[in-house]
């Protein structure tokens, strides 16, 4: 089989040629060229050493990225090529890095030393594919494995047990099954691995083309109650009186599966129902509580995994309207959501209001979420008036009128923004300072 290399690529690969040293890309880049997959990165691996491959690229822009370890960066143009010293790992101190690394002219050592089969094959025009521990063999059953003992691999990094599973949902494979059986036994210590890097993991689960296995993989193998415990509760869990024939977790995913890959909806999907099982009293009456709670429970989850605050404002709101009624819905009715939401949510707010009736039970009838959208795009390519900033006046105006400073200005201002959202035609100056003599007068 011969992998297309770029350009690039090959002129790096030649450049080790032509001083002795062997040259492979390796990796993610290989698998993905196989599956016939536009790779993101192309990994190189080299026998040369640190202090020599700075000898050889000197007509190359390099970056000491991470010399001591064996890594340099070298840039062509506006694109970056990591190429690293074959190395070999020894004693994991923390569940995430080597405590010494050694370099080695032995590729096979260098492969050794990574996680799964089908990320340890490595490539080059001249010897073609290199793959010593059955990666392809991996790739065409469709299985995840864990170079040897899978026990020692996870425990060199935990967050293995997480790539395991994004790269099942990525590519649609099956966990080996003594590969599952590791991360079972020590799903615990992901607990050990910074926040930051298990919601990149996270992030990647949901944007793969079928999130909803990664997240069964994650409560199957013990992972997600480490992770998200407020889904992991909702397993099992039917909601009284619901419309959506499964327990709360399997709707959840459900829901998670008919979004695109947009990472708020996905957020938002995830998350939509999490609240339910802390509120399983809830009465029909005190019906918002379960919005209020499920809202607090969504900006604790996110900030736990370090998501920045405008994504944490935006999965809030969607959650929050999720399940809005549009029934005899008005233009005032939706302009008051696009004021709640933002007009940078409001169309994955429809989204996910038809994906969850997708994952309900009931007739899929979306001819309400359909009239608000249509009234929705009306307003904005009209660009009529939401807020008082929109106004065609504004507070300095009114005080020329006799309007006081502060609050006065803000109410009057709120009074006229009133009347302008039921009729957007009366945004025009002269009928607003009619409006505002009204108002005086009738103090």
């Known amino acids: 089989m011969k992998v297309q290399i770029p350009k690039e690529v090959n002129r790096i690969l030649e450049l080790l040629y032509l001083n002795k040293f062997e040259g492979y890309i390796v990796g993610g880049c290989v698998r993905d060229s196989v599956l016939g997959r536009d790779p993101n990165d192309w990994d190189i691996c080299t026998s040369a050493k640190p202090h020599e491959m700075l000898n050889i690229f000197t007509q190359l822009k390099v970056i000491p990225t991470g010399l001591k370890h064996g890594t340099l960066t070298i840039v062509i ?25 050694r370099f080695t002219k032995n590729l096979k050592e260098d492969l050794a030393r ?18 010593l521990y059955k990666g392809m063999s991996d790739i065409l059953n469709r299985k995840i494995r864990c170079i040897g003992n899978p026990l020692n691999r996870f425990d060199e990094d935990y967050l293995r047990m997480l ?9 649609g494979y099956e966990i080996e099954t003594k590969t599952f059986e590791g991360i079972k036994v020590l799903s615990k210590n992901i607990t050990h691995i910074s926040k930051e890097r298990v919601r990149e993991e996270i992030n990647k689960i ?7 296995k990664g997240f069964l993989l994650l409560s199957e193998s013990g992972l997600l109650k480490y992770i998200i415990p407020e889904l992991q509760q909702c397993v099992k869990y039917r909601y ?19 979004t695109e890959g947009n990472l708020l909806l996905r957020l938002g999907a995830l998350l939509h129902d999490v609240g339910k099982f802390q509120l399983s009293s809830v009465h ?7 919005h209020i709670k499920s809202m607090d429970m969504v900006e604790a989850i996110l900030k736990r995994l370090k998501y920045d605050n405008k994504t944490i404002e935006s999965v809030k709101k969607l959650v929050a ?39 309900s039970k009931l007739t899929c009838n979306f001819s309400n979420i359909n009239k608000a959208k249509d009234l929705c795009e009306k307003i904005l390519k009209e660009k009529q008036p939401l807020t008082v900033k929109e106004l065609d006046i504004n507070g300095h105006e009114l005080m020329k009128y006799g309007v006081g400073k502060g609050k006065e200005i803000g109410s009057i201002l709120n009074r006229l923004l009133d009347i302008v959202l039921d009729n957007p035609s009366l945004n025009r100056k002269d009928l ?3 409006e505002v003599e009204k108002i005086l007068n009738q103090k």
């Open 77 to 101: 143009g506006d694109k970056n090529f990591e190429i690293t010293t074959y190395r070999i790992e020894e004693r994991y101190i923390d569940g995430r890095r080597p405590e010494e690394i």
């Open 321 to 359: 309207e999720h399940g809005l009624n549009y029934d005899n819905v008005t233009a005032r009715d939706i302009k008051e959501l696009i004021n709640r939401v933002g007009i940078e949510n409001i169309d994955n707010l429809f989204k996910l209001q038809i994906a969850h009736i997708q994952g």
């Open 163 to 171: 790539r395991a599973i994004r790269f099942a949902a990525q590519l």
């Open 432 to 434: 607003l300072i009619n």
């Open 206 to 212: 949901l944007l793969s083309e079928n999130p909803s």
């Open 114 to 131: 990574r996680d799964f089969t089908i990320n340890a094959i490595a490539y080059n025009n001249r010897d073609g594919l290199i793959d």
């Open 284 to 290: 029909k009456d005190n019906i918002d509580n379960l």
């Open 240 to 258: 009284r009186n619901d419309h959506h024939g499964k327990d709360v977790f399997n709707h959840i995913m459900d829901v998670l599966d008919n």
